[in-house]
């Protein structure tokens, strides 16, 4: 049984940071694009961060680029989202997915795989 289990969510106030991390089990996913996406209430998922097993090569949205970095320890299968100068709009649930077999994936629908979500509520 292919499982996502995300951790590290939590309450922090604006300009604190927390660190996600995805553990996965039932499968390695060393070589399937490995992304974070969000939901806030009364809006739609939308892409957060991605990681491309192909060279490592990462990718962001425009909102939160320069503050949040993906990471991903292959060994552990094992995907990271560190969060830093959060944001009250960052406040989301937050959901880790893997797209199997894709080299790189921005968009929710490719994605196989999904958590079951952790909170983040940054307070202003």
């Known amino acids: 049984q292919v499982q996502l289990v995300e951790s590290g969510g939590g309450l922090v106030q604006a300009g604190g940071s927390l660190r996600l991390s995805c553990a996965a089990s039932?499968?390695?996913?060393?070589?399937?694009?490995m992304g974070w996406f969000r939901q806030a209430p009364g809006k739609e998922r939308e892409f957060v961060a991605a990681f491309s097993w192909s060279g490592g090569s990462t990718y962001y949205a425009d909102s939160v680029k320069g503050r949040f970095t993906i990471s991903r320890d292959n060994v552990k299968n094992t995907v990271y989202l560190q969060m830093n100068s959060l944001k009250p709009e960052d406040t989301a649930v937050y959901y880790c997915?893997?797209?199997?077999?894709?080299?790189?994936?921005?968009?929710?629908?490719?994605?196989?795989?999904w958590g079951q979500g952790t909170q983040v509520t940054v307070s202003s």
């Open positions: 997915a893997a797209a199997s077999g894709r080299t790189v994936s921005l968009s929710s629908d490719e994605y196989d795989y």
């Open positions: 039932g499968r390695r996913f060393s070589r399937d694009c």
